[in-house]
Structure formats: structure tokens, C-alpha cells
């Protein structure tokens, strides 16, 4: 590009002209390891509550709250520290969500009661919060025409998370009990710490915020360690809009329309100001929209964990009036649950699988629309009681579409925002997605303890249906199916001054 006759680029050029290398490996594996982590918080779930509820006599009431704790603290902290990096900046907001879950979750292993336990699991999910902060923090070093791929990568790593906790759990919840648990699932959280110093901040959030100096250094370091040379002149923050761009973006947010004015002050990035954005005429629709599905899905994916182990334990005392008969099948339940929630949780990895190959050729709505529609399939015959066996295979399925679903709207949610909002845009849909994971223990712990399974079956069934219908009431997505591959489109995002970095940020 050239601007007065001088030679420029913008951030997303240079990271087009530098590709996948060395440094974003890097990047891959610290953001990885920080979602490995998260991952192994939030399966441990399925273990300690029915741990903790042998040991201090919980009722079913009070067991759901343990996981409902920190679901709360996640609603908590996903608003503040997307907050805190949109103003601040990624490393410092990813840096203390580390700090916060890997303190909070080692002090959980030494909770001498029940109340301080929910507190240090709340404490837990306010640092869980910050998650999407990691993967905003990922995304914008990634080169625009990879995004899609790599963003499946990235997902992947939750599949590696719930399979290390299961298999930890296995190994470790019948000789040590629930406290080693949680003691070793902190661990990640802290090795995420040790390598912070050797972090950089992200060059588009630098950009945005003014520092276009900082963030020609950071993409000189990105191109010395992956051997490439930056594209020739300087780096600027593009403000070019064209009539035809401003016409896709009515037809991609079928919302009213209003003038565009850029951001002049970078201060006001993030905070307030990123809020009153998503709220605005713009952006509301997509928004409440978007945080309607994230909550039906965080209800629908914790559901199906959670009942993994509660199909297991909570139900078997229905039917059987015989105390010794219910000793000895819990005992039973007891040496199959770890089996049957590290099976299920293989499903994560065809499911990874299936997003990857469908997202980017049928597209982000169609491709939820039909896991869900599948997910209904496969949970359908858990409506009446069925053989350890057909039940694993059915939550096996079920929650493989459930997980490609999950995962294919992390891909989408960020590209309905500007990168001035985008973190704070991504949090609040995570934030109330939260009041899913709240809600999905009265569904799939409490009504199934109560011998109510039909009934918690068939509210995942109408969750899912209606969440397919939301689906057709967004727009147009960023980009046209054409016949052998897509097409990318430069689609300008309101209160964005830079173009090139919300529409190059489009997924191809």
C-alpha cells in the first residue's frame, strides 16, 4: 500500500507476508496450554461433586452448587477481564487469569468445609473468566487466510485438557481422593506463569491503541525468530471505507443503519466506550443474538458432561427399594465412571475433526444448525432407561456434536466484532453464557438425582431445537460460498478506523 508516495502495510499484511512460523507455534502452545488448563478445571466437575457429596453428606441441592460457583465466578471474571484487556492489554489481563485460577484451585484442595470450598471454586471461575482473552490474545498473531484452521487447532487443546483430567481422575480419585485432584489440576495454571516473561503483546491491540512504534517491534521480533523479512515501509493504521463496503455491512447486520465516525481517541478503546458499542444500534442485534446462543450451548455442552456422571450415579437409586442393592450398584458405578467419562470424552477429537472440514464449505450457521440437529438424534433414546453401554455410545455422540457446534462459535463470535471491542465483545457473550453452566446442574445433577430423567432429556431436546431456530435470524455471514472455494470479503465493522484490520480478520 502506499500512502503521500511512501511505501506502507498494516499489521494483517505483515502477518500475511511473515505466515504460520516459529513464533506463532510458540504463541499456539502458550495459549494452549492456558486452554488445557481451563479445560481441566471445568471436567474436574464431574469428579469431585459426587466425591464431595459421599464425604460430607451433601444433598443434591448443594452439590449442583459446587458447580454452579463457578459458573458464577466465570460470569464474574469473563466481563472483567475483557475489561481489563481491552484497556490494559492481552498479557497483563492473561497474566492474572493464570495468577487467579492456579492460586484459587490449589486452595481448593485444602477447603476444611463445604462454604469454603464454594468460595475457592468461585474464586476458580473468576479466573476462568478470562479465557477468551487467550484466545483473542492468539488469534491476532495469526495470519487472516489460516484464522479458521488454526482457531480449530487451538480448540483442540480443550479435547487434550478432558483428556488429561479423566485420565488423572482415573488414576487418581480411587487411591487419593478428590484433594490430590484438584491439587494436580492446578498445575497448568502455574506453568502458564513461568513462561509470561517471554510473551508479547498483540501488534493489532498496539495498533488500536496508538502504539504503532511497539508494534513494529514486536512484528520485527515475530519476523527475526520466523526468518522473513517485514513487507517494505511503515506500519500504519489504514482509514480507507468504500460505498460498496458500507452496503455489505447493512446486508451482514440486518440492523439500523448509522454513520461510522472512527476512533479518534485511543483511549477510549475498550471499557465503557466498548460496551455502550455493543449495545449500540450496530451491534445490539448480533449481540443479544450471540449471547443467547452462548448460553444455550454452555448449557447444552456442561449439561452433557455433567450427566455423564450423574446417568452413572444419580439415577441408579431409582427403582431400588434394597439399600444393599444400592451399595452394590454404586459400588459397580463407582469402577465404571471413570471409564465411561474418559470414553466420552473422546468425542471431543472427531468432533474438532467435523468443524474443521464442514466451517469453512457449508458455513458457521449451517454447520451449528446441523450438530444440533444430530444432537437431538443421539440424546433422543436416553429418554428412556437404556444398558451402561448404549448410554456412553449416546453421550459419546451427542456430545461430539455438541463440542463441533461449541467450537464453531468461538470462530464466529469474533468475527461479528472489531478488534476495539472484540475481547470485551467475546467476553460479555461469555459472560452470560455462564448462566448456562449455572443453570445445567438443576437440569442434569438435581432432576436426574430425583429420578426425573425423561423430563431432563427433554429439556436438552428443546434447548437445542430453539437455539437452531435463532440461528437463521443472523445475518450474512463475512464471507460468499463460491463453487470450488470461498471468497473473502474486506467487510469494515463500525468504530473501527482500520478496515484492514477487521475485515482482513475475517476467516477464510
Known sequence: MMSNGKATYTVDEALISMGFGKFQIFVLAYSGMAKISEAMEMMLLSFVGPSVQAEWGLSAQEESLITSAVFIGVLVGAYSWGIVSDNYGRRVGFNFTALVTGGAGLLSAFAPNYLTLIVFRFMVGVGLGGGPVLASWFL???????????MVVFSGFWAVGTILEASLAWLVMPAFGWRWLLTLSSLPSFALLLFF????ESPRYLCMKGRTNDATQVLATMARVNQVSLPPGKLVVGT????????????????????????????????LNAVLKLLGPNLLRPT???????????FLY?????????????????????????????????????KSVFITSF???????????????????????????????????????QSDGLITACLFCTRLCISSCFTILHIYA???YPTAVRTTGVGFATSVARFGGILCPLVAVTMVHSCHQSLAILIFELVMFLTVGLMGSFGREQYQLGDTKLQRKKIPLPGLENPGLSGESRVS
Open 140 to 150: 491476532e498473531f495469526i495470519p487472516a487466510p489460516s484464522r479458521g484452521t488454526w
Open 197 to 200: 516473561p517471554i510473551t508479547l
Open 240 to 271: 480507507h471505507k468504500s460505498e460498496e463496503d458500507e452496503q455489505e455491512l447493512d446486508e451482514l447486520l440486518p440492523v439500523a443503519s448509522e454513520s461510522v465516525e472512527p476512533i479518534r481517541d485511543r483511549n477510549e478503546i475498550g471499557g
Open 288 to 298: 443479544i443474538l450471540l449471547w443467547t446462543v452462548f448460553l444455550a450451548q454452555a
Open 302 to 338: 456442561y449439561g452433557l458432561v455433567l450427566l455423564t456422571s450423574e446417568l452413572s450415579n444419580g439415577n441408579r437409586d431409582c427403582g431400588f427399594e434394597d439399600k444393599e442393592a444400592v451399595h452394590h450398584v454404586s459400588h459397580v458405578t463407582d469402577r465404571n465412571l471413570y
Open 347 to 385: 468425542g471431543e477429537f472427531p468432533g474438532l475433526f467435523l468443524s474443521a472440514a464442514i466451517v469453512d464449505k457449508i458455513g458457521r450457521k449451517l454447520s451449528m444448525s446441523l450438530m444440533l440437529f444430530l444432537s437431538c438424534f443421539f440424546i433422543a433414546p436416553l429418554l428412556f432407561p
Open 414 to 416: 469474533p468475527e461479528i
